[in-house]
């Protein structure tokens, strides 16, 4: 039952994200519900839950969206692990963990996708690539990374 939860809960944050977050966009900017979904499973379970969290998430984003394969799965994958390390060491009841987290993450998944286009050789500012998109989704996924880390701690309890 639990897998089962976990499994529908991904689906249901992507299904959100590729429906309701183009609607509540500004400026062409949206929030990444599955970032912050990663962020609080690894938090609050460790590294393993933060690993194949941000593996899955980031798998299904990218076939999701029709992108380049590994553009999403492989900064979420690698964030998932590092957040996960850090699961011992956070107060996990604090209010500005998932903040904070989501800002950060998000920030290093913006410079890691702005970073592997340029090597792929499309041709992106990182100026206005981070002031005008990354940072500004960075705020976005702060505010919606409480109510995510929620679900996540629900998610904990069920047996």
Known sequence: MKLFAWCLSVILLLALQTTLAPAISFNDIQPDFVVCFV???????????????????????????????GLHLIPLTIMGYLAGMAERKVFKD???????????ATLSEGIFAVFFLK???LSLGWGESLYE?????????????VPVYGLVRLLYRIP
């Open 39 to 69: 962020l609080a499973a690894a938090f609050l379970g460790g590294r393993t839950p933060g690993t194949i969290c941000g593996f899955f998430g980031g798998l299904l984003q990218d076939l999701a969206t029709g992108g380049i394969l």
């Open 94 to 104: 604090h209010s500005l963990l998932p903040l904070l987290a989501a800002g950060g």
């Open 119 to 121: 090597l792929l050789g």
């Open 133 to 145: 998109i990354v940072l500004p989704q960075a705020i976005y996924n702060m505010a919606v990374a």
